[in-house]
């Protein structure tokens, strides 16, 4: 077996219903509480006491809208509606704790990169350097109505537009202010220095963009960067851009092999392999025995709603799962959603029918779920590491913060006690813990070049 550390995020969201849905109804759930400080700050303590490595707040712009063509369902399961913005939560859980990272998720497509970057750094400065950004470019035609446009842009134009809006960030974040343009000095009445401080001349396709950066670099300049397409275009994004990627699968040969592409785009964009922290979704429902286990699986089933995951599943994949018979194959057809899990559902000869989604989809969720004791569980983790090299775990919420607290009292001190799973937080950012190296971007990463590129530009106009 790996004995490779496993890293762990809380997978959630600023909402009632998440991945799992159906589940609030249970008693002991908490996730009504969601527009409550308390009920975050609580989370994050929780988190912490269990040495997460982040919380990953998901999100999106629209509502799902493409079952039964309605919203119905989505109001009445709260299938991710309401939502509320998840960089909003971070400032006050960041006060409330030390170590854990926060993994922030906010499309690009909708927002201007000059304003995002504001943002994303202000946090990176609130927190410590404990921020990471999400990159997506959404997926929802219901989002790009509400903002004004007819239909959003075409799945692969959307990344290459995405390109180039990380360009623009690394420019404001890593190549307007020099190392050492902040001098603080009050008797020289001199906060910064002018001749470190430069403006960004961005003219491209998509954005344009003159300005200086609007905050002073923050603990890790560029936020510790996340992605989770898998397309063929989004892996390639993936090689070039993201730290951290977040995948899914149900088979363990499926997602080595997503593994295994994503470590080799890196390599071809000049990176390492090792570069990029590959994390999938789980569920995990633990007991200490797996009797109990199984037992509360059963009482999880009873709230849980299939219904509600196929709509959610509908909107990922922009086809109408309620226009099928039960055993009718799902058929593919070009959508603009998330093309990777459109493939996977409706590829030919894949077999899936409404009648297998609604089986797979019994805890109102897609993703694989272990049941079982403390040692069932860790078992079934390493075993998921060992076969895909996967180098940790997004894990879902069920009841909440229950399926936290379960897995912080049960399944950490099983791990620790392999040698899987730390025993104390490291120090430094986020960046520094996950990779044990420098809290700001790799040399050998794109967004680096730009801050050599300010001292050079900066050296000759002083010449």
Request: net charge neutral; hydrophobic share 40%; aromatic share 10%.
């Amino acid at each position: 077996m790996s004995r490779k550390q496993i890293l762990f995020n809380a997978f959630n969201m600023n909402c009632v219903g998440h991945i799992n849905h159906g589940l609030w109804t249970h008693p002991r759930d908490r996730s009504i509480e969601f527009n409550s400080l308390e009920y975050w700050t609580d989370l994050a303590r929780l988190l912490e006491r269990g040495l997460f490595d982040g919380l990953f707040i998901a999100d999106i712009a629209g509502v799902y809208d493409v079952y039964r063509q309605s919203v119905e369902l989505t109001l009445r399961e709260a299938i991710q509606l309401p939502v509320n913005d998840p960089l909003m939560l971070v400032s006050a859980m960041a006060g409330a704790t030390r170590h854990l990272g926060f993994g922030v998720t906010a499309s690009l497509s909708y927002e201007p990169p000059y304003l995002l970057a504001r943002r994303l750094s202000t946090l990176d400065h609130l927190s410590r350097g404990r921020v990471g950004w999400n990159i997506v470019t959404g997926y929802l035609e219901s989002a790009a109505r509400a903002l004004g446009l007819e239909r959003q842009v075409e799945h692969d134009r959307r990344y290459d537009q995405a390109d180039e809006y990380l360009e623009v960030l690394y420019k404001l974040w890593e190549g307007s202010w020099e190392d050492g343009a902040v001098l603080e000095d009050r008797a020289g009445r001199r906060y910064a220095d002018p001749a470190r401080v430069h403006k960004v001349e961005h003219h491209g396709e998509f954005y344009r963009v003159e300005g200086y950066h609007l905050c002073t670099p923050s603990p890790q300049r560029t936020p510790l960067l996340f992605q989770a397409g898998t397309s063929e275009r989004g892996r390639r994004f993936a090689g070039r851009h993201a730290e951290g990627v977040f995948i899914n699968g149900q088979q363990p040969q499926a997602v080595a092999e997503q593994v295994r592409q994503v470590r080799a785009e890196a390599v071809a964009a000049g990176r390492p392999a090792d570069a990029v922290k590959l994390f999938m979704g789980l569920t995990v429902i633990v007991a200490p025995s797996a009797a109990e286990a199984r037992d509360k699986h059963a009482e999880y089933l009873r709230h849980a709603n299939p219904e509600a995951g196929l709509a959610h599943l509908s909107s990922s994949i922009g086809i109408d799962l309620d226009a099928y018979d039960l055993d009718e194959p799902i058929r593919y057809r070009k959508t603009n959603a998330i093309e990777s899990v459109a493939k996977t559902f409706t590829a030919p000869g894949s077999g899936w029918t409404k009648r297998k989604l609604l089986e797979q989809h019994a805890l109102g969720g897609r993703y694989p779920a272990i049941v079982g004791s403390p040692q069932q569980v860790a078992d079934a983790i390493a075993e998921w590491v060992e076969r895909t090299d996967l180098d940790g775990f997004n894990l879902t919420r069920t009841v909440t913060p229950e399926s936290y607290a379960d897995f912080i009292d049960l399944v950490v001190p099983e791990l620790q006690d392999r040698g899987l799973y730390k025993t104390a937080y490291a120090e430094g950012s986020l960046r520094e813990k996950l990779f044990a190296a420098g809290a700001r971007l790799p040399a050998s990463h794109p967004g680096a070049a730009w801050r050599a590129l300010s001292r050079t530009d900066a050296r000759a106009r002083r010449a």
